[in-house]
């Protein structure tokens, strides 16, 4: 009578064949979950920016900044100021709504850069750039094509941003 069964090497064999498998899913899954990631950043940041060039329109200038915050919500054109947090604060004027709720990045450890510049000491908040960290190493959108070694110091976070939107009379490095 023979023994009906898997031999110890032959279930070794499946077992190999299955880590192996698994190993590949999860790290395309991975990979997937990244780029889903920052495609958000780089639409949240376009949303951002198109808001940014509306309340241009309306005022003149960008609203004030200050650090990972757009100083602009409940924004009052004569005092100049306001306050806003990322993910929390509709960013407003008092009459207009520019953006309901203004979006946070998806990473809690990595936030979003607003920072507006002056152009001459008569014209304030007439450049604005917006910065976020990418997290896919190749993407191609990142600052200098370098996602690693971006050209710019400013920190989203528990690292340095390596991509951003900026007003079309700026770049992300000036």
Request: a negative charge; glycine letters at 8%.
């Amino acid at each position: 009578m023979k023994n009906k069964g898997f031999t110890l090497v032959e279930l070794l064999v499946v077992m190999a064949i299955l880590g192996v498998l698994v190993t590949l899913v999860a790290g395309g899954f991975r990979t997937a979950q990244m780029r889903g990631r920052d495609g958000k950043r780089k639409s949240d940041l376009k949303e951002i920016a198109n808001s940014l060039e509306v309340f241009y329109s309306d005022h003149g200038e960008y609203p004030d900044a200050n650090g990972v915050q757009i100083q602009a919500c409940q924004y009052d054109p004569a005092l100049g100021s306001g306050d806003c947090t990322w993910g929390v604060s509709e960013f407003t004027d008092g009459v207009t709504v520019y953006f309901k709720t203004l979006p946070e990045d998806p990473v809690s450890s990595h936030n979003y850069v607003y920072r507006v510049q002056l152009i001459t000491d008569n014209a304030n908040n007439q450049k604005f750039q917006l910065f976020a960290r990418l997290e896919n190493p190749e993407d191609q959108n990142c600052l200098g094509g370098d996602c690693a070694n971006p050209p710019v110091t400013h920190s989203c976070g528990a690292q340095t941003c390596n991509f951003a939107v900026t007003s079309s009379n700026t770049t992300p490095t000036e």
